[in-house]
């Protein structure tokens, strides 16, 4: 039996939003549920009665009612909420006329680039006006794309609500991507006009990235206008400026086009660590009420809270942290290293905002831990209520650092999703149970399940991770993706009416669960399927190693195979730990999680959300050349596949089968 951190108090029920959802569901709809699992259990059976409350309980303001809340019930090609229409950034920015609402902050932007800038949802609103106009002066109109290469910051966030006002589709990279990475993703989209900054601070460097936007823009040959967003000493030539798009002050409130719930409202691109990113696209409507659902039911955001999370602009979690504006909470921006100009800068930038919620990597909680760091004690911490963490599994013992830090003051909310479906498929709440190393379990809305290679469901041992119910924020389909083929490939093919998301995971009895890693990276040896979750869950717990990757390289013959492990540190490797890594693993897990080979590397490639890339090392080792496998601009370190690179060549390129010891 897994070890319980924390249990949902009293007073959950009259101080959380889940607990005024539970009250307005008795009130309105005369429906009780006495806990978690049984709302759970009603809100992925009951489609058209929950996600109708969800719409009626955050009155989404429709300018065409709908006529149901579910059509077409059956996956892909379910169809919400027929013949409305509504527009997500009117929802962000909130109601017009509201003296209190224009006063209350929406955006509070630390950068290592110039000094803060907080605006008011007031003051949101009248540069969205502005920005829209001048949007329309170039000639943006519905269904037009928009897309930005710009960091996070306030002036990001006003081109994506003006651009969805108008009805146009947003897409957006981070400028520290290289140009053969953001031309993959933007060309796809033959978008009409590019806003982009000249450069950056990060940290202490300054990078100057005039020649990348040069390239970017000679090769979008759709863009009519490039936009210049001034941030740093450099300027874009031949560019309209941020204040000429902003200039002219535009008449009465912010317009917004109503568009139907399917209406394209954003694009988010995979990876791209195996060939072109596939562009995802994204709904005004399902979006709109997955992160009203999330952001408040989940996260417990509310009026006067406020969301710090640290995100680039081209990771989906950037376009939740936008969305804690739809519940009136205000939102924490951060551009630069955030651990400059050291590890605690987190935790000093939540104490001066006064975040309620604050995300965090997995990985950036263990750094504190090995550092020794308190941020209770060392922090003001007093407003945060909720501790978020994705990207990765975290292991068990950094749930009970956590509680060691903060007690069950703070709900560690630890969680799943993904960009395909843009929020979390398995996480925490207020009204859930907190275990050691464990989610707590499926969202609400989300019919989450293991399932086997046949397509049976699986309590209690691994199985591929599936949804066998729609949800509103699947995407509408993939950009160019014309008859849907390429869409059903990528999560019907394996499970025809099911989506198959590519995670493995292992369900308890009671519904809390453990990801063991992506299904394309589990490690097959002799039959058994391990995950790669629990290896790095024991290995880095060891103080002489700080990350690691597992990779299996399968026997063409049907044996064990060779399962190899790479290990970074600050202590050299030699026989000595390679007994230490190899006898831990066997008593912490099985003989068969016994490595053939152990070697050290000076960093472990990951993509920038920080997810490790067991599978382009794989087929590096395999043979394959870096180039082939992943682009050096979705890396955190360009240069962290060489070392992998000269290993394979060691090796030749091919599998060498091993054995379990």
């Not at 933007?186 to 978008?191: G, H, I, K």
């Not at 717990?541 to 540190?569: K, Q, R, T, Y």
């Amino acid at each position: 039996m897994s070890e319980i951190l924390s249990t949902p108090g009293p007073q959950v029920r009259d101080e959380s939003e889940i607990g005024r959802y539970l009250r307005w569901l008795e009130s309105e709809r005369q429906l009780s549920f006495p806990d978690y699992d049984s709302l759970w259990q009603w809100s992925v059976t009951d489609l058209e009665g929950f996600w109708s409350s969800v719409w009626e309980f955050f009155d989404v303001r429709p300018h065409t009612p709908p006529t149901a809340a579910l059509g077409r019930r059956s996956m892909p090609d379910t169809e919400w909420f027929p013949g409305a229409t509504l527009n997500y950034a009117e929802h962000a920015l909130g109601r017009e006329g509201s003296a209190e609402d224009a006063a209350a902050v929406a955006v509070v932007a630390h950068s290592q680039t110039r000094a803060p800038v907080e605006l008011t949802f007031g003051e949101l609103r009248d540069q969205v006006a502005r920005a829209r106009a001048g949007l329309l002066r170039l000639g943006v109109r519905k269904g037009d794309r928009v897309v930005a290469y710009l960091p996070n910051i306030p002036e990001t966030l006003v081109a994506f609500l003006a651009t969805a006002s108008i009805g146009a589709v947003w897409a957006a990279c981070a400028p520290e991507f290289g140009p053969r990475s953001v031309v993959d993703r933007f060309a796809q989209l033959e978008p009409k006009v590019l806003l982009t900054v000249a450069g950056y601070h990060y940290g202490q460097r300054d990078v100057d990235r005039r020649t990348e936007v040069a390239e970017i823009a000679a090769q979008l040959p759709t863009v009519e206008r490039v936009v210049h967003v001034p941030y740093g000493p450099h300027t874009v030539p031949d560019s309209l400026g941020w204040a000429e798009l902003l200039a002219e002050p535009a008449p009465g409130p912010v317009p917004f086009e109503p568009v139907p719930f399917d209406h394209p409202l954003f694009v988010l691109f995979s990876s791209g660590t195996t060939g072109i990113p596939k562009a995802i696209v994204h709904r005004h409507g399902g979006i709109l009420l997955e992160h009203l659902k999330n952001n408040a039911l989940s996260w417990d955001l509310k009026p006067g809270d406020r969301m710090l999370w640290f995100s680039t602009t081209a990771w989906m979690l950037w376009n939740t942290l936008v969305s804690a504006l739809l519940v009136r909470a205000s939102i924490v921006m951060i551009d630069g290293n955030p651990v400059h100009p050291e590890l605690r800068e987190q935790w000093r930038i939540a104490e001066e905002t006064g975040a309620t919620l604050m995300g965090v990597s997995p990985g950036y909680l263990m750094a504190c831990r090995k550092a020794g760091v308190r941020p209770a004690e060392e922090f003001d911490l007093s407003r945060l209520r909720q501790l978020g963490a994705a990207g990765s599994p975290l292991a068990a013992d950094g749930f009970r650092w956590v509680a060691e830090q903060f007690g069950d003051r703070v709900l560690l909310n630890v969680g799943c999703g993904g960009t395909d479906v843009c929020t979390g498929i398995l996480q925490g709440s207020p009204l859930q149970t907190v275990r050691a190393g464990e989610i707590s379990g499926p969202c609400l809305g989300v019919a989450a399940y293991a399932y086997d290679g046949e397509g049976k469901r699986v309590v209690g041992e691994l199985g591929e991770l599936v949804i066998t119910e729609p949800m509103p924020s699947m995407p509408v389909g993939f950009w160019g993706d014309t008859d849907g083929s390429r869409y059903r490939a990528a999560y019907f093919e394996e499970y025809p009416g099911v989506w198959r998301h590519g995670d493995w995971v292992r369900f308890a009895p009671e519904g809390h669960c453990v990801v063991a890693g992506r299904s394309d990276a589990t490690l097959n040896r002799g039959g058994v399927r391990l995950g790669t979750a629990e290896f790095y869950a024991v290995v880095e717990d060891l103080p002489e190693v700080d990350d690691s990757l597992v990779v299996h390289i399968e026997d063409p013959e049907g044996g064990n195979g060779e399962l190899l492990l790479f290990v970074a540190g600050p202590a050299g490797l030699d026989d000595a730990l390679r007994t230490k890594i190899a006898r831990t693993l066997r008593s912490a897990l099985s003989p068969r999680h016994v490595p053939d080979v152990i070697e050290r590397v000076p960093a472990v490639p990951r993509n920038r959300t920080g997810k490790k890339l067991e599978v382009p090392v794989k087929r590096i080792l395999l043979g394959a050349a870096a180039e082939s496998v992943a682009s050096t601009d979705v890396l955190a370190d360009p240069r962290s596949l060489d070392t992998f690179v000269a290993y394979a060549a060691t090796r030749g390129g091919t599998a060498r089968p091993g054995s379990a010891s």
